[in-house]
């Protein structure tokens, strides 16, 4: 694979999704660049979370979803029948809608991901904790107390939690399921700000309801609409001057 | 009128509860009543072995029995494809187990446990040794205990498993965590509460059981103290109705009888109440 040739980091190709054999994706075909964050946008139910969580196999866990298209990721797909759905996970980290910490310890939370995946020598697993943390803009809030069950955080904390901890085992790209949904308006801000940070060094895919959160964070915006992939390009054009009739209504909030 | 019915079924409800009351208080109370003074004139041969040999064939049916139940578990809340026929047979099987009466499985234990598996490891084990594994035996009891208990473990455990939310099987997953490592990291460790649950009501079921080890390793009368799983054991529910119905002299024996039922009682609510408080400290954990 050669490096210097720009490649687009996640490409799918006729990817849909049917779940008890009724389609609920129309074809998509879309090139998502390295670097840089992809707002996913579009009224409930219009297919974005059903695309995001194509791209890291998470339908895989689920008995009657069935996928079918290409989702090559560096050019490679996932969807191969060599290729293992948990070797894809680790290189495609998800945080999801509600806050979900795993029971047990802040430290246990982070450490989680580097202990299953077994590469990482025990005694190296304090400081990838500590640099995800910090990355996550949690560790000076939490350094006192990493044995503290994370129940006990707050909401906002326990996202940014989450958000270390899939960064703790240095996926690729991140996708993120309407991480603020769940969020007051501080701690969306926090949220936001870390995903600003974090794209210099992921590849960030984000579905959102805010219009406002895809115009602050994205540099592409995605609209989705019936299952469909209407509209794709630099986030200011689609949300600002949109070509298709269906995102104007959408982002003049006719429609959704 | 609507008052006047409310009042007749209130009336109704307490006088049945009333009457559930009293019955409980009768029964404990006689046996605590005749039960405590037999105990103090410490009259009564065997009581030590069978207390022992009670809990001792319980933890047995316990250390067999939950992983066994709890593996099922595993695999009909995790694994079982939803509708498959498999599936459908497994549970049809868990259901038909728990409704057969327990005399059954005492039959069963001794075909199974104590003639097929006991006297097929003696032949391999110890040739020309005769009975070693091959006769009734704590042993066999607690495995005849277990299988009884098993669908108690097994619908207990399914049902936390279940309620475990599917957020946090996708939080382990997306880290990379395989299937196993989901189940048994995560998935199992947050049904525990649910699991003890199981252990609980299956303590609670199989210490009292006579019926299931009649055949399989209960005896009569050994003094000493059980010091090895191949050996036959005294059981206080055994005890109670050996002590009641095959005396010589009943009316002689009635005191230690009073004694072993009051032992009975004692021995079943620790073994309850140490479930109850593992169950107890791991859901506030």
Redesign the interface.
């Known amino acids: 694979m050669t490096t210097t040739r720009h490649q687009a980091k996640i490409e799918t190709r006729s990817l849909t999704v049917s779940f008890d054999e009724k389609r609920v994706l129309t074809p998509i075909d879309v090139s998502i660049a390295a670097h840089g964050v992809t707002a996913l946008i579009g009224p409930s139910g219009c297919g974005k979370s059903t695309f995001l969580r194509a791209l890291n196999r998470m339908h895989d866990t689920v008995e009657r979803a069935e996928v079918s298209g290409e989702v090559l990721l560096d050019g490679e797909d996932i969807y191969h029948r060599d290729v293992d759905p948990v070797a894809v996970r680790r290189r495609v980290g998800m945080v999801f809608q509600r806050p979900n910490p795993l029971p047990g310890s802040i430290f246990d939370n982070v450490a989680f991901g580097l202990r299953v995946a077994g590469h990482t020598a025990p005694q190296a697993i304090p400081e990838r904790v500590e640099r995800a943390l910090r990355r996550a803009a949690l560790w000076s809030e939490v350094k006192d107390r990493l044995r503290a069950p994370a129940s006990a955080l707050s909401g906002g904390q326990q996202q940014r939690l989450c958000i270390a901890r899939a960064i703790a085992i240095e996926p690729d790209v991140l996708l993120m399921d309407e991480p603020c949904s769940a969020l007051d308006p501080i701690a969306t801000e926090h949220v936001e700000a870390l995903i600003t940070e974090l794209k210099a060094r992921y590849t960030v895919v984000l579905v959102t309801h805010s219009l406002a959160q895809a115009r602050r964070v994205s540099d592409h915006t995605a609209f989705f609409y019936l299952g469909a992939l209407v509209e794709f390009g630099p986030s200011e054009r689609v949300l600002l001057a949109p070509d298709d009739e269906r995102t104007r209504s959408y982002v003049r909030g006719a429609i959704g | 009128m609507k008052s006047a019915r409310n009042v007749a079924f209130g009336a109704l409800a307490g006088s049945a509860l009333l009457l559930l009351l009293l019955a409980l208080a009768l029964v404990l109370g006689s046996v605590v009543v005749a039960g405590i003074p037999a105990l103090a004139r410490g009259s009564t041969d065997g009581l030590a072995a069978a207390t022992v040999g009670t809990a001792l064939v319980t933890a047995i049916m316990t250390l067999l029995g939950v992983p066994f139940a709890v593996i099922t578990a595993v695999y009909l809340a995790e694994y079982a494809?939803?509708c498959s026929t498999t599936t459908r047979w497994v549970r049809a099987a868990v259901r038909a187990l728990a409704g057969v009466p327990s005399i059954v499985f005492g039959l069963f234990g001794l075909g199974f446990f104590v003639l097929f598996v006991g006297r097929g490891m003696d032949r391999i084990l110890y040739p020309g040794l005769g009975a070693v594994f091959g006769r009734p035996c704590v042993l066999w009891s607690g495995a005849t205990l277990a299988v009884l208990t098993l669908p108690v473990v097994i619908v207990t455990t399914e049902e936390a498993l279940r309620r475990v939310?599917r957020?946090?099987?996708?939080?382990?997953?997306?880290?990379?965590?395989?299937?196993l490592?989901t189940t048994f990291?995560?998935v199992l460790?947050?049904a525990r509460v649910g699991v003890l649950t199981g252990v609980v009501l299956a303590i609670g079921r199989g210490a009292g059981e006579v019926a299931p080890i009649l055949f399989t390793g209960a005896a009569n009368f050994v003094p000493d103290l059980p010091t090895d799983v191949r050996a036959m054991f005294m059981h206080l529910g055994f005890h109670l109705y050996a002590l009641s119905t095959q005396a010589a002299d009943v009316s002689r024996s009635r005191p230690a009888a009073q004694a072993t039922a009051l032992l009975l009682l004692l021995v079943t609510l620790a073994l309850n109440g140490t479930a109850i408080a593992l169950r107890h400290r791991a859901s506030r954990e």
């Open positions: 494809p939803e939310p957020e946090l099987r996708e939080a382990a997953l997306a880290l990379g965590a395989t299937k490592e990291v995560v460790p947050a």
